[in-house]
């Protein structure tokens, strides 16, 4: 049996830039989902109602040696919870900061999962096609706002354009504004930070919130030494998280979720479904 390698591949459509090492990718991805049907008893059907998600529009993220991650939104995180949204009737808008395609980390694509392949065909079109985001803030944070929160997915790339932009803070200052829902999960919570852009650190909404998120032990030890990232971050996020007041319940990855007031995250992209079954059991409430 052929042993598999932990060196990065080489992405051959970009300069100095790299896919996961086949041994990573062995213990990482699954062609198949925990995905066993929806736990809630009924559906929403007013038709009024729906989620934003803010997905990302980045490819490659450089590391700290200079290379470059060849990454994108993870499509386990992305699809599970929007399955179990969608599920329990709520329309998903898609949105980039861009307007370009969103971009998925294919390589982790759960191939021989019926269910969530379907639904992804689904909503090909959209993730093909997405809003952009400042083009529709007005709508997103009008008084009749049609939206109930914003889902975040995580993938390494929501460490790229996502925390630093004012359409995202405006978003999210909406949604505590307004008890809306925010649902991110692994890197996503990335995009908490750009809350923080020219506020004092006592001022980011977050400040106090406990959160799961993926830990930066893992980025910064196993994910590169089995060759799942080609060098180490230029930064950590749990530890840029911890210095504005949020508390990180977790130190490894199990599938964990926790809602704290309407902020409901997932440690991993083991918490996927987990998160989703949350997700919609908490917007079924708000309609009630």
């Known amino acids: 049996?052929?042993?598999?390698?932990?060196?990065?591949?080489?992405?051959?459509?970009?300069?100095?830039?790299?896919?996961?090492?086949?041994?990573?990718?062995?213990?990482?991805?699954?062609?198949?989902?925990?995905?066993?049907?929806?736990?809630?008893?009924?559906?929403?059907?007013?038709?009024?109602?729906?989620?934003?998600?803010?997905?990302t529009?980045?490819?490659?993220?450089?590391?700290?040696?200079?290379?470059?991650?060849?990454?994108?939104?993870?499509?386990v995180e992305t699809l599970l919870p929007m399955l179990h949204i969608d599920g329990a009737g709520f329309e998903i808008d898609i949105a980039t900061l861009s307007g370009n395609s969103v971009k998925l980390e294919m390589w982790a694509m759960p191939e021989k999962d019926e269910s969530v392949m379907n639904f992804y065909n689904k909503y090909l079109n959209k993730f093909e096609n997405p809003l952009k985001l400042d083009t529709i803030l007005d709508q997103v944070t009008a008084e009749d706002s049609p939206y109930l929160g914003v889902l975040i997915p995580g993938g390494h790339a929501a460490l790229h354009g996502l925390p630093f932009s004012n359409d995202v803070k405006a978003v999210l200052n909406w949604a505590f504004a307004n008890d809306?829902?925010?649902?991110?999960?692994?890197?996503?919570?990335?995009?908490?930070?750009?809350?923080?852009?020219?506020?004092?650190?006592?001022?980011?909404?977050?400040?106090?919130?406990?959160?799961?998120?993926?830990?930066?032990?893992?980025?910064?030890?196993?994910?590169?030494?089995?060759?799942?990232?080609?060098?180490k971050l230029q930064w950590l996020l749990a530890e840029r998280l911890e210095s504005l007041g949020v508390k990180v319940l977790n130190e490894g990855i199990t599938g964990q979720v926790n809602k704290d007031r309407n902020v409901l995250t997932g440690d991993s992209p083991l918490a996927s479904n987990n998160l989703g079954i949350l997700a919609a059991e908490e917007l079924l409430k708000a309609v009630a």
Request: glycine share 8%.
């Open 180 to 231: 809306k829902y925010i649902i991110s999960l692994c890197h996503g919570p990335a995009a908490f930070l750009a809350a923080s852009i020219g506020e004092k650190p006592e001022d980011f909404p977050f400040n106090g919130y406990e959160i799961f998120v993926f830990p930066d032990a893992l980025d910064e030890g196993a994910n590169v030494d089995i060759g799942y990232i080609p060098g």
């Open 57 to 75: 529009d980045e490819r490659y993220l450089q590391m700290a040696n200079n290379k470059y991650f060849s990454t994108g939104n993870h499509p």
């Open 1 to 55: 049996m052929t042993k598999l390698t932990i060196e990065p591949v080489k992405d051959r459509a970009e300069h100095n830039a790299y896919f996961p090492s086949d041994y990573s990718l062995s213990i990482y991805t699954s062609p198949v989902t925990n995905f066993d049907g929806f736990k809630f008893d009924k559906s929403y059907s007013g038709g009024k109602y729906k989620v934003l998600m803010i997905a």
